[in-house]
Protein backbone atom coordinates (compact mmCIF):
# COMPACT_ATOMS: atom_id res chain seq x y z
CA UNK A 1 0.00 0.00 0.00
CA UNK A 2 1.29 3.61 -0.84
CA UNK A 3 1.57 5.06 2.34
CA UNK A 4 0.78 8.75 2.26
CA UNK A 5 3.08 9.78 5.13
CA UNK A 6 5.91 8.55 2.67
CA UNK A 7 4.68 10.14 -0.10
CA UNK A 8 4.28 13.79 1.47
CA UNK A 9 7.98 13.15 3.71
CA UNK A 10 9.07 12.36 -0.22
CA UNK A 11 8.03 15.56 -1.72
CA UNK A 12 9.00 17.78 1.40
CA UNK A 13 12.59 15.75 1.29
CA UNK A 14 12.24 16.87 -2.36
CA UNK A 15 11.82 20.30 -2.31
CA UNK A 16 14.63 20.49 0.60
CA UNK A 17 17.20 18.93 -1.57
CA UNK A 18 15.91 21.13 -4.66
CA UNK A 19 16.29 23.90 -2.58
CA UNK A 20 19.82 22.85 -1.53
CA UNK A 21 20.73 22.46 -4.93
CA UNK A 22 19.99 25.44 -6.08
CA UNK A 23 21.50 27.74 -3.25
CA UNK A 24 24.66 25.07 -4.33
CA UNK A 25 24.38 26.43 -7.80
CA UNK A 26 23.89 30.12 -7.19
CA UNK A 27 26.49 29.46 -4.64
CA UNK A 28 29.21 28.25 -7.50
CA UNK A 29 27.55 31.24 -9.43
CA UNK A 30 28.28 34.00 -7.22
CA UNK A 31 31.90 32.51 -7.32
CA UNK A 32 32.90 35.34 -9.62
CA UNK A 33 35.24 37.81 -9.52
CA UNK A 34 32.86 40.32 -8.01
CA UNK A 35 31.58 38.38 -5.33
CA UNK A 36 35.80 37.42 -4.80
CA UNK A 37 36.32 40.83 -4.46
CA UNK A 38 33.57 41.79 -2.26
CA UNK A 39 33.87 38.67 0.35
CA UNK A 40 37.48 38.39 0.34
CA UNK A 41 39.16 39.93 3.51
CA UNK A 42 42.48 41.49 1.66
CA UNK A 43 40.44 42.47 -1.02
CA UNK A 44 37.38 43.75 -0.03
CA UNK A 45 38.87 47.10 1.39
CA UNK A 46 42.10 47.26 -0.47
CA UNK A 47 41.21 49.50 -3.28
CA UNK A 48 39.76 52.31 -0.93
CA UNK A 49 42.99 51.95 1.35
CA UNK A 50 45.93 52.06 -1.04
CA UNK A 51 44.30 55.27 -2.61
CA UNK A 52 44.32 56.54 1.06
CA UNK A 53 47.50 55.92 1.73
CA UNK A 54 48.41 57.12 -1.83
CA UNK A 55 47.08 60.77 -2.17
CA UNK A 56 47.85 61.61 1.99
CA UNK A 57 51.02 59.75 2.09
CA UNK A 58 53.26 59.18 -1.49
CA UNK A 59 53.94 56.47 -2.93
CA UNK A 60 56.76 54.90 -0.62
CA UNK A 61 53.93 54.64 2.35
CA UNK A 62 51.14 53.29 -0.36
CA UNK A 63 53.85 50.72 -1.58
CA UNK A 64 54.74 49.41 2.37
CA UNK A 65 50.39 48.93 2.81
CA UNK A 66 50.82 46.92 -0.57
CA UNK A 67 53.84 44.86 0.29
CA UNK A 68 52.38 44.00 4.05
CA UNK A 69 48.96 42.80 2.08
CA UNK A 70 51.48 40.61 -0.05
CA UNK A 71 52.83 38.84 3.01
CA UNK A 72 49.29 38.49 4.68
CA UNK A 73 47.32 37.56 1.84
CA UNK A 74 49.85 36.02 -0.77
CA UNK A 75 48.40 38.91 -2.95
CA UNK A 76 50.73 40.26 -5.94
CA UNK A 77 49.00 44.02 -6.44
CA UNK A 78 49.63 46.14 -9.59
CA UNK A 79 48.27 49.59 -10.19
CA UNK A 80 47.78 51.73 -13.72
CA UNK A 81 45.83 55.15 -13.90
CA UNK A 82 43.55 56.24 -16.53
CA UNK A 83 46.34 56.53 -19.35
CA UNK A 84 47.74 53.18 -18.68
CA UNK A 85 50.66 53.74 -16.83
CA UNK A 86 51.78 51.59 -13.87
CA UNK A 87 51.28 53.75 -10.51
CA UNK A 88 52.73 50.43 -8.84
CA UNK A 89 54.49 48.04 -11.01
CA UNK A 90 54.87 45.04 -8.91
CA UNK A 91 55.68 42.06 -11.02
CA UNK A 92 53.36 42.90 -14.15
CA UNK A 93 54.14 44.71 -17.77
CA UNK A 94 54.42 48.03 -17.43
CA UNK A 95 51.87 49.11 -19.74
CA UNK A 96 48.27 47.75 -20.21
CA UNK A 97 48.58 46.74 -23.61
CA UNK A 98 51.12 44.59 -22.25
CA UNK A 99 48.95 43.12 -19.91
CA UNK A 100 46.01 42.43 -22.20
CA UNK A 101 48.81 40.46 -24.46
CA UNK A 102 49.95 38.07 -21.11
CA UNK A 103 46.41 37.46 -20.08
CA UNK A 104 45.79 34.55 -22.57
CA UNK A 105 48.89 32.74 -21.12
CA UNK A 106 48.52 33.95 -17.86
CA UNK A 107 45.53 31.52 -17.40
CA UNK A 108 47.65 28.54 -17.15
CA UNK A 109 50.01 29.81 -14.49
CA UNK A 110 48.88 28.70 -10.67
CA UNK A 111 47.21 31.59 -10.00
CA UNK A 112 43.83 33.60 -10.67
CA UNK A 113 43.66 37.40 -11.93
CA UNK A 114 41.02 39.89 -10.81
CA UNK A 115 40.17 43.64 -11.98
CA UNK A 116 39.14 46.46 -9.90
CA UNK A 117 38.12 50.46 -10.98
CA UNK A 118 38.05 52.62 -8.31
CA UNK A 119 37.98 56.18 -8.62
CA UNK A 120 39.19 58.01 -5.87
CA UNK A 121 36.35 60.28 -4.26
CA UNK A 122 38.69 63.44 -3.08
CA UNK A 123 40.91 63.89 -6.67
CA UNK A 124 38.21 61.99 -8.73
CA UNK A 125 41.39 59.81 -10.74
CA UNK A 126 40.63 56.47 -11.49
CA UNK A 127 42.96 53.27 -11.48
CA UNK A 128 43.07 50.20 -12.22
CA UNK A 129 43.80 47.40 -9.45
CA UNK A 130 45.24 44.44 -10.75
CA UNK A 131 45.25 41.56 -8.47
CA UNK A 132 47.08 38.19 -8.48
CA UNK A 133 46.17 35.15 -5.91
CA UNK A 134 47.64 31.89 -5.88
CA UNK A 135 45.30 29.18 -6.12
CA UNK A 136 46.13 27.35 -3.29
CA UNK A 137 45.63 30.61 -1.55
CA UNK A 138 42.57 30.98 -2.94
CA UNK A 139 40.94 27.28 -2.98
CA UNK A 140 42.27 27.41 1.53
CA UNK A 141 40.16 30.78 1.43
CA UNK A 142 37.40 29.26 -0.08
CA UNK A 143 37.13 26.33 2.42
CA UNK A 144 37.05 28.61 5.12
CA UNK A 145 34.34 30.78 4.09
CA UNK A 146 32.23 27.65 3.45
CA UNK A 147 32.26 26.14 6.61
CA UNK A 148 29.39 28.61 8.15
CA UNK A 149 27.10 28.66 4.55
CA UNK A 150 27.63 24.94 4.69
CA UNK A 151 26.67 24.34 8.60
CA UNK A 152 23.71 26.90 8.23
CA UNK A 153 22.75 24.34 5.15
CA UNK A 154 23.44 21.53 7.78
CA UNK A 155 21.59 23.36 10.14
CA UNK A 156 18.41 24.57 7.75
CA UNK A 157 18.31 20.91 6.64
CA UNK A 158 17.58 19.38 10.67
CA UNK A 159 15.01 22.47 10.64
CA UNK A 160 13.26 21.20 7.27
CA UNK A 161 12.96 17.32 8.05
CA UNK A 162 11.63 18.05 11.31
CA UNK A 163 9.38 20.48 9.73
CA UNK A 164 8.78 17.97 7.47
CA UNK A 165 7.81 15.49 9.46
CA UNK A 166 5.33 17.28 12.10
CA UNK A 167 3.40 18.88 9.28
CA UNK A 168 3.67 15.09 7.87
CA UNK A 169 2.37 13.75 11.12
CA UNK A 170 -0.26 16.22 11.85
CA UNK A 171 -2.03 15.36 8.16
CA UNK A 172 -1.38 11.39 8.61
CA UNK A 173 -2.48 10.91 12.47
CA UNK A 174 -5.78 12.74 12.01
CA UNK A 175 -6.56 10.97 8.72
CA UNK A 176 -5.47 7.23 10.35
CA UNK A 177 -7.93 8.46 12.91
CA UNK A 178 -10.62 9.28 10.52
CA UNK A 179 -10.21 5.93 9.02
CA UNK A 180 -10.61 3.77 12.16
CA UNK A 181 -13.78 5.76 13.05
CA UNK A 182 -14.88 4.91 9.32
CA UNK A 183 -13.84 1.17 9.92
CA UNK A 184 -15.73 1.45 13.46
CA UNK A 185 -18.94 2.67 12.09
CA UNK A 186 -18.87 0.43 9.37
CA UNK A 187 -18.59 -2.73 12.19
CA UNK A 188 -21.72 -0.74 13.93
CA UNK A 189 -19.08 -0.14 16.99
CA UNK A 190 -18.22 3.70 16.48
CA UNK A 191 -17.87 5.16 19.98
CA UNK A 192 -18.63 9.53 19.54
CA UNK A 193 -15.92 10.30 21.74
CA UNK A 194 -13.42 8.21 19.18
CA UNK A 195 -12.88 11.82 17.80
CA UNK A 196 -13.48 14.05 20.55
CA UNK A 197 -9.77 14.89 20.53
CA UNK A 198 -9.49 15.53 16.55
CA UNK A 199 -12.76 17.19 16.94
CA UNK A 200 -11.26 20.03 19.21
CA UNK A 201 -9.09 21.08 15.90
CA UNK A 202 -9.29 24.03 14.94
CA UNK A 203 -8.79 23.29 11.48
CA UNK A 204 -10.33 21.24 8.50
CA UNK A 205 -9.37 18.18 10.49
CA UNK A 206 -11.63 19.39 13.09
CA UNK A 207 -14.29 20.37 11.08
CA UNK A 208 -14.37 17.03 9.22
CA UNK A 209 -14.30 15.07 12.65
CA UNK A 210 -17.33 17.11 13.49
CA UNK A 211 -19.21 16.71 10.59
CA UNK A 212 -18.18 12.63 10.57
CA UNK A 213 -19.50 12.86 14.59
CA UNK A 214 -22.87 14.15 13.50
CA UNK A 215 -23.23 11.58 10.25
CA UNK A 216 -22.32 8.96 13.08
CA UNK A 217 -24.59 9.85 15.33
CA UNK A 218 -27.27 9.89 12.91
CA UNK A 219 -26.54 6.72 11.70
CA UNK A 220 -26.32 5.23 15.02
CA UNK A 221 -29.80 6.50 15.41
CA UNK A 222 -31.18 5.28 12.70
CA UNK A 223 -29.93 2.03 12.79
CA UNK A 224 -30.95 1.67 16.81
CA UNK A 225 -34.44 3.41 15.66
CA UNK A 226 -34.46 0.93 12.85
CA UNK A 227 -33.95 -1.93 15.25
CA UNK A 228 -36.27 -1.07 17.64
CA UNK A 229 -38.77 -0.44 15.33
CA UNK A 230 -38.39 -4.10 13.77
CA UNK A 231 -38.47 -5.00 17.76
CA UNK A 232 -41.67 -3.07 18.01
CA UNK A 233 -43.86 -4.07 14.89
CA UNK A 234 -42.89 -7.95 16.12
CA UNK A 235 -44.13 -7.39 19.21
CA UNK A 236 -47.32 -5.44 17.52
CA UNK A 237 -48.41 -7.97 14.98
CA UNK A 238 -48.43 -10.93 17.18
CA UNK A 239 -51.64 -9.85 19.03
CA UNK A 240 -53.83 -9.33 15.88
CA UNK A 241 -52.09 -12.48 14.39
CA UNK A 242 -52.63 -14.54 17.96
CA UNK A 243 -56.56 -13.22 17.88
CA UNK A 244 -57.16 -14.10 14.04
CA UNK A 245 -55.42 -17.33 14.51
CA UNK A 246 -57.66 -17.97 17.57
CA UNK A 247 -60.98 -16.75 15.88
CA UNK A 248 -59.95 -19.49 12.66
CA UNK A 249 -59.58 -22.08 15.31
CA UNK A 250 -63.00 -21.23 16.48
CA UNK A 251 -64.27 -21.32 12.92
CA UNK A 252 -63.26 -24.52 12.12
CA UNK A 253 -64.48 -26.21 14.87
CA UNK A 254 -68.16 -23.95 15.13
CA UNK A 255 -71.45 -25.28 13.52
CA UNK A 256 -72.40 -23.13 10.46
CA UNK A 257 -74.46 -20.61 12.87
CA UNK A 258 -71.77 -20.04 14.92
CA UNK A 259 -69.65 -19.33 11.84
CA UNK A 260 -71.66 -16.49 10.53
CA UNK A 261 -71.34 -14.75 13.95
CA UNK A 262 -67.16 -15.26 14.04
CA UNK A 263 -66.88 -13.48 10.48
CA UNK A 264 -67.33 -10.10 11.67
CA UNK A 265 -64.93 -10.31 14.25
CA UNK A 266 -62.14 -12.13 11.88
CA UNK A 267 -62.88 -8.77 9.57
CA UNK A 268 -62.36 -6.32 12.82
CA UNK A 269 -58.86 -8.04 13.10
CA UNK A 270 -57.99 -7.89 9.82
CA UNK A 271 -58.97 -4.29 9.25
CA UNK A 272 -56.89 -3.54 12.58
CA UNK A 273 -53.97 -5.32 11.13
CA UNK A 274 -54.26 -3.50 8.00
CA UNK A 275 -54.20 -0.41 9.48
CA UNK A 276 -51.36 -0.86 11.80
CA UNK A 277 -49.66 -1.85 8.78
CA UNK A 278 -50.56 1.13 7.08
CA UNK A 279 -49.32 3.10 9.93
CA UNK A 280 -45.93 1.51 10.05
CA UNK A 281 -45.47 2.01 6.36
CA UNK A 282 -45.87 5.93 7.04
CA UNK A 283 -43.52 6.08 9.83
CA UNK A 284 -41.00 4.07 7.84
CA UNK A 285 -41.73 6.45 4.76
CA UNK A 286 -40.92 9.39 7.03
CA UNK A 287 -37.07 8.60 7.07
CA UNK A 288 -36.89 7.78 3.69
CA UNK A 289 -38.19 10.66 2.04
CA UNK A 290 -35.77 11.84 -0.62
CA UNK A 291 -38.19 13.99 -2.37
CA UNK A 292 -36.71 17.95 -2.96
CA UNK A 293 -38.97 20.09 -0.55
CA UNK A 294 -41.23 22.19 -2.33
CA UNK A 295 -43.45 25.61 -1.03
CA UNK A 296 -46.06 24.41 1.40
CA UNK A 297 -49.27 26.75 2.02
CA UNK A 298 -49.71 26.29 5.56
CA UNK A 299 -53.13 27.95 5.84
CA UNK A 300 -54.29 25.95 2.92
CA UNK A 301 -52.51 22.97 4.46
CA UNK A 302 -54.25 23.85 7.90
CA UNK A 303 -58.04 24.30 6.35
CA UNK A 304 -57.83 20.74 4.33
CA UNK A 305 -56.52 18.96 7.84
CA UNK A 306 -59.92 20.52 9.96
CA UNK A 307 -62.17 20.25 6.99
CA UNK A 308 -61.52 16.29 7.17
CA UNK A 309 -61.33 16.25 11.04
CA UNK A 310 -64.72 17.75 11.03
CA UNK A 311 -66.28 15.70 8.54
CA UNK A 312 -65.38 12.58 10.35
CA UNK A 313 -66.04 13.82 13.69
CA UNK A 314 -69.24 16.64 13.16
CA UNK A 315 -69.75 16.80 16.74
CA UNK A 316 -66.26 18.10 17.63
CA UNK A 317 -65.76 21.97 17.76
CA UNK A 318 -62.10 22.53 15.51
CA UNK A 319 -61.29 26.20 15.94
CA UNK A 320 -58.61 28.02 13.57
CA UNK A 321 -56.48 30.31 14.51
CA UNK A 322 -53.84 31.41 12.05
CA UNK A 323 -51.66 34.26 10.77
CA UNK A 324 -52.24 34.94 6.82
CA UNK A 325 -49.41 34.51 4.42
CA UNK A 326 -47.90 31.35 5.95
CA UNK A 327 -45.30 29.78 3.89
CA UNK A 328 -42.12 27.57 3.85
CA UNK A 329 -40.44 24.65 2.00
CA UNK A 330 -40.62 21.33 3.36
CA UNK A 331 -42.81 18.15 2.00
CA UNK A 332 -46.42 18.72 2.37
CA UNK A 333 -47.67 15.13 2.51
CA UNK A 334 -45.25 14.67 6.01
CA UNK A 335 -46.53 17.98 7.41
CA UNK A 336 -50.46 16.85 6.18
CA UNK A 337 -50.01 13.30 8.23
CA UNK A 338 -48.41 14.91 11.41
CA UNK A 339 -51.26 17.43 11.52
CA UNK A 340 -53.81 15.27 10.83
CA UNK A 341 -52.46 12.90 13.38
CA UNK A 342 -52.41 15.47 15.72
CA UNK A 343 -55.60 16.59 15.49
CA UNK A 344 -57.23 12.83 16.00
CA UNK A 345 -54.97 12.39 18.60
CA UNK A 346 -57.06 15.58 20.00
CA UNK A 347 -60.21 14.16 18.73
CA UNK A 348 -59.86 11.08 20.78
CA UNK A 349 -59.56 12.38 23.64
CA UNK A 350 -61.56 16.26 23.89
CA UNK A 351 -65.18 15.77 25.58
CA UNK A 352 -67.75 16.83 23.72
CA UNK A 353 -68.98 20.64 24.22
CA UNK A 354 -65.40 21.78 24.65
CA UNK A 355 -63.57 22.96 21.56
CA UNK A 356 -60.21 22.23 19.88
CA UNK A 357 -57.88 24.94 19.66
CA UNK A 358 -55.35 25.23 16.55
CA UNK A 359 -52.63 28.08 16.67
CA UNK A 360 -50.55 28.48 13.41
CA UNK A 361 -48.02 31.86 13.74
CA UNK A 362 -44.48 32.64 12.70
CA UNK A 363 -41.69 33.81 14.58
CA UNK A 364 -38.42 34.79 13.20
CA UNK A 365 -37.57 31.74 11.31
CA UNK A 366 -39.48 29.46 12.14
CA UNK A 367 -44.13 28.74 11.92
CA UNK A 368 -45.14 27.76 15.15
CA UNK A 369 -48.69 25.44 15.13
CA UNK A 370 -50.53 23.71 18.12
CA UNK A 371 -53.03 21.72 18.39
CA UNK A 372 -54.59 21.75 22.14
CA UNK A 373 -57.62 20.02 23.23
CA UNK A 374 -59.90 19.84 26.74
CA UNK A 375 -59.19 16.39 27.77
CA UNK A 376 -57.72 14.72 31.11
CA UNK A 377 -53.77 15.27 29.61
CA UNK A 378 -51.72 12.93 29.90
CA UNK A 379 -49.41 11.92 33.65
CA UNK A 380 -46.42 14.23 33.95
CA UNK A 381 -44.16 10.38 33.87
CA UNK A 382 -45.05 9.91 30.65
CA UNK A 383 -44.49 12.46 28.57
CA UNK A 384 -41.01 12.10 27.87
CA UNK A 385 -41.70 8.43 26.77
CA UNK A 386 -44.51 10.31 24.16
CA UNK A 387 -43.94 10.23 20.52
CA UNK A 388 -41.93 7.08 21.10
CA UNK A 389 -43.26 4.52 18.53
CA UNK A 390 -46.06 2.23 19.99
CA UNK A 391 -45.72 3.29 23.41
CA UNK A 392 -49.50 4.22 24.68
CA UNK A 393 -49.58 6.11 28.40
CA UNK A 394 -51.53 3.42 30.38
CA UNK A 395 -55.26 3.52 31.23
CA UNK A 396 -56.32 4.78 28.04
CA UNK A 397 -59.15 2.74 26.23
CA UNK A 398 -59.12 4.63 22.64
CA UNK A 399 -58.23 2.99 19.88
CA UNK A 400 -54.64 3.37 18.67
CA UNK A 401 -51.44 2.07 17.93
CA UNK A 402 -49.15 4.52 19.64
CA UNK A 403 -47.86 5.47 16.17
CA UNK A 404 -49.55 8.77 15.24
CA UNK A 405 -47.36 11.08 17.89
CA UNK A 406 -44.30 9.05 16.33
CA UNK A 407 -45.17 10.20 12.73
CA UNK A 408 -45.63 13.69 13.81
CA UNK A 409 -42.44 13.70 15.15
CA UNK A 410 -40.83 12.36 12.34
CA UNK A 411 -41.79 14.78 10.36
CA UNK A 412 -40.99 17.37 12.66
CA UNK A 413 -37.17 15.81 12.71
CA UNK A 414 -37.33 15.43 9.07
CA UNK A 415 -38.07 19.11 8.54
CA UNK A 416 -35.25 20.04 11.02
CA UNK A 417 -37.80 21.40 13.39
CA UNK A 418 -39.33 19.85 17.01
CA UNK A 419 -42.14 18.86 18.49
CA UNK A 420 -42.83 19.44 22.27
CA UNK A 421 -45.92 17.27 24.12
CA UNK A 422 -47.24 18.12 27.14
CA UNK A 423 -50.13 19.49 29.34
CA UNK A 424 -51.85 22.40 29.19
CA UNK A 425 -51.03 25.10 31.85
CA UNK A 426 -55.00 25.42 31.96
CA UNK A 427 -56.17 21.98 31.32
CA UNK A 428 -56.56 19.29 28.33
CA UNK A 429 -53.20 18.39 26.14
CA UNK A 430 -50.83 20.80 24.07
CA UNK A 431 -48.79 19.46 21.07
CA UNK A 432 -46.65 22.06 19.46
CA UNK A 433 -44.47 22.10 16.16
CA UNK A 434 -41.76 24.43 15.46
CA UNK A 435 -40.96 23.90 11.82
CA UNK A 436 -38.15 26.05 9.74
CA UNK A 437 -39.50 28.05 7.00
CA UNK A 438 -36.63 25.91 4.86
CA UNK A 439 -35.53 22.89 5.94
CA UNK A 440 -31.71 21.58 6.83
CA UNK A 441 -31.33 19.23 3.73
CA UNK A 442 -29.12 15.88 5.48
Known amino acids: MRSLFWRILASFWLAIALVAGLSILLGHMLNQDAWILSRHPGLNTLASRWVQHYEQEGLQSSQRFLERRKQRYKIDVQVLDDSGDAVVPGTFPRRAEDFE ?5 DERLPWRRLTEEYTSPTTGQTYLLIYRIPHPELMAWHRESLIWPLSALGIALVVLTLFSLFVTLSITRPLSRLRGAVHDLGQTTYQQNSLAQLA ?3 DEFGVLANDFNKM ?3 LQSLISSQR ?10 RSPLARLRIALALAERAEAEQRQ ?19 ILVLARVDAE ?3 PEPVDV ?4 GSVRKDAQLSAPEQDVRLEAEAGLMLQGWPTLLERALDNLLRNALRFNPAGQPIEIHARRDNDLVLLSVRDHGPGVAEQYLTQLGEPFFRAPGQDTPGHGLGLAIARRAAERHGGTLVLGNHPQNGFEARLAIPLTPAIG
Open 228 to 237: QLLRDVSHEL
Open 290 to 292: QAH
Open 101 to 105: RRQHN
Open 216 to 218: GAR
Open 261 to 279: ALWPRLTRECDRLEDLISE
Open 299 to 302: NALL
Open 200 to 202: GRR
